[in-house]
């Protein structure tokens, strides 16, 4: 387990406190905190013009549907349930990345994966100890889950992403794990950094793509970037 160290506290646009925690060799710089305050700035305004974007289903955008049926693989235009099972994680994600009570986030140099280098992750907990834990470590988010309660650790952000073209839905991605439970369907549901609008792999269906974190994130940026401000 890595020790982690924390690297300054920053305010967010939202008024909300978010500790800067880095472990190991990685170290921040302060215009890397300012670089870690615009990114929450931004993942927050992007998820706030969507939830305008979005607000009333008569009047969806054509290019909400189009972004909807890539991500979510949809052979016709969001159904009005679909569009609430979205709204419903942007809002759990939005308020999540907004709460007043602050965030914790954690740069750091992440070992590789096959295939590629992993961008972010969220720790899982679960049991007795989890719920105690949870008390004393308030930044874990308590999720019910048919199964039971599981609560979810701090969001990892890899350092080297700081500054870098898809940070913002990297720093989404996680934020979805955390406040929606949403999950990761390995190369089918994960899309290439500098083509992020492809899976990587065919076959995702539609009922995973409902869960799969990357396909909202993906969603909430290509909403924001295809919408006149
Ligand atoms: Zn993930």
Not at 45 to 65: G, M, S
Not at 100 to 115: D, E, H, I, V
Not at 139 to 153: A, D, E, L, Q
Request: aromatic share 8%; glycine share 6%; hydrophobic share 35%.
């Amino acid at each position: 387990m890595p020790k982690w160290t924390s690297a300054g506290t920053v305010k967010a646009a939202q008024n909300q406190s978010i500790k800067v925690l880095t472990s190991g060799t990685t170290t921040l710089t302060s215009e890397n905190l300012t670089e870690v305050k615009n990114l929450v700035n931004k993942a927050v305004e992007i998820l706030d013009v969507c939830d305008r974007v979005t607000a009333n289903y008569d009047k969806l955008p054509k290019q909400v549907n189009e972004v909807a049926r890539n991500f979510f693989v949809l052979d016709d235009d969001l159904t009005q349930d679909q569009l609430l099972e979205i709204r419903a994680v942007l809002t759990l994600t939005r308020n999540g990345l907004a709460n007043p009570n602050g965030l914790n986030l954690k740069f750091g140099n992440f070992p590789p994966r096959s295939t590629g280098s992993t961008a972010g992750y969220v720790n899982v907990h679960s049991g007795k100890k989890a719920a105690v834990q949870s008390v004393v470590k308030r930044n874990w988010t308590r999720i019910s889950r048919p199964t039971g309660t599981v609560y979810k650790g701090d969001i990892h952000i890899n350092a080297n992403k700081l500054g870098d073209f898809g940070a913002e839905a990297t720093l989404i991605h996680e934020a979805t794990h955390k406040f929606a439970d949403t999950k990761d369907f390995d190369e089918r549901g994960y899309t290439y950094s500098n083509s992020p609008k492809q899976f990587r792999d065919e076959g995702l269906t539609t009922e995973e793509a409902f869960q799969n974190a990357e396909s909202y994130a993906q969603f909430f940026v290509h909403v924001w970037l295809n919408t006149e401000l």
